[in-house]
């Protein structure tokens, strides 16, 4: 059987929900983290872990997994890093579990990556993929804007360290916070929490 854990992910689909059920990932008690895959045959309830070649997501928990027919796919979740907005898969046939495979981002579609918890700097990257005017924000948990960090045109790509500073330039408190990407029409937001 597969180690006790919480926060894992299992999925099954219409032709085969009655003979299978897969289970990604997920976290124990003592913040150990997997990046594990495990099948359970309902007609037997016998467990089987499967062993994908290649490289395999990160370690995470509260993700999302689903059956496509025999491909398994994996998107986000939460790791010691702070949030994924990733895409894996690997192909389950009966006899053979093929190699791990990323799916590449759609490159129109922007990024924004904080770690789920930091002291300060709180170290911020972006992706923006088409040129629009851009402004990031943190954002606290009334809605007030605590700190503009861009604001207008930005390279595609970027990083931003946040000293913990509001606008005024004075320290803002420890606590949950949002850092809000605005590029053109889309806008993406990431809670993190802000340590001393």
């Known amino acids: 059987m597969p180690p006790a854990r919480f926060g894992a992910a299992a999925a099954g689909n219409a032709p085969d929900h009655r003979s299978r059920e897969v289970e990604v ?5 003592l913040s150990r983290q997997f990046n594990d895959v495990w099948e359970l045959k309902l007609d037997s309830l016998c467990w089987q872990q499967l062993n994908p070649t290649g490289t395999p997501p990160s370690v995470r928990e509260s993700h999302g997994v689903f059956l496509d027919g025999n ?10 890093d702070g949030f994924f907005d ?18 590449e981002p759609n490159p129109q579609s922007p990024s924004l990556s ?17 040129p629009a005017a851009t402004a990031l924000r943190v954002i606290d948990l009334s809605g007030r804007v605590v700190r503009t960090l861009l604001s207008g045109a930005a390279a595609p790509r ?19 916070y949002f850092c809000y990407l605005q590029t053109g029409q889309d806008g993406l937001s990431r809670k993190f929490i802000l340590t001393e």
């Open 71 to 80: 491909r398994l796919i994996v998107f986000g979740g939460e790791g010691y």
């Open 114 to 130: 904080v770690p789920a918890l930091s002291g300060r700097p709180v170290n911020i990257s972006y992706v923006v993929s088409k």
């Open 158 to 176: 970027g990083s931003v360290a946040w000293d913990g500073r509001d606008d005024s330039g004075n320290p803002v408190p420890s606590g949950s």
């Open 25 to 29: 990932a997920g976290v124990t008690s």
């Open 86 to 103: 990733d895409v894996h898969y690997i192909r389950i046939a009966d006899l053979a579990v093929n190699e791990w495979q990323p799916v």
